[in-house]
Nanobody
């Protein structure tokens, strides 16, 4: 059974930091790309950071310079380091793992940025 379990969300003040984790089980994690998405209330889900199985990385302009995507294949875990958080970063964050034939979503973790 495939599972992607996110953790690390929470409530922080503007300017704070959080690190999200996405632990995968049931898949050959190193062969999957990772995409972090977020969905704010009333908004569509949007991709914000991606990392291919070869290590190629892309960021949405809204998080570039503040967020860092990484992975540890030995731990079957993907990460999203989020620094200098802003109220507009408030959303549910999801990890999405995919290869050429399969894709899987995590359950999401809430991030709230407010005073």
């Amino acid at each position: 059974q495939v599972q992607l379990v996110e953790s690390g969300g929470g409530s922080v003040q503007p300017g704070g930091s959080l690190r999200l984790s996405c632990v995968a089980s049931g898949i050959a994690f190193s062969q999957f790309g990772i995409i972090w998405y977020r969905q704010a209330p009333g908004q569509q889900r949007e991709s914000i950071a991606s990392m291919t199985s070869f290590g190629s990385i892309r960021y949405d302009d809204s998080v570039k310079g503040r967020f860092t995507i990484s992975r540890d294949n030995a731990k079957n875990t993907g990460y999203l380091q989020m620094n200098d958080l802003k109220p507009e970063d408030t959303a549910v964050y999801y990890c999405y793992c995919l290869n050429t034939v399969r894709s899987y979503w995590g359950q999401g973790t809430q991030v709230t940025v407010s005073n």
